[in-house]
């Protein structure tokens, strides 16, 4: 089956004739990999572990005029609703 969309790491060789697609999955991945978002979460991921931060987070979160937190740090964990 031919990709419907085209760029990025899908295409293994480029010729005058045409393109040779890499093999499936990623022949359909067209574009960049979201490198710097995957880097991003293993972050917050790591601070989700500190419950300093996440206490912190409450607090401030809680002074702000239109926001409402729900739950504590006991009951949620490591999960602030707002």
């Given at each position: ?73 006991a009951e949620e964990g490591p999960i602030i609703s707002f």
């Amino acid at each position: 089956m031919p990709p419907f969309n085209g760029r990025g790491d899908m295409i293994r060789e480029v010729s005058r004739c045409g393109a040779i697609y890499g093999d499936p999955p990623r022949r359909f991945e067209a574009g960049t990999q979201p490198i710097a978002e995957a880097i991003a979460l293993g972050a917050a991921i790591d601070c989700t572990a500190d419950p300093q931060a996440i206490a912190y987070a409450q607090e401030k979160l809680a002074d702000t005029n239109f926001v409402r937190v729900s739950g504590t740090l006991a009951e949620e964990g490591p999960i602030i609703s707002f």
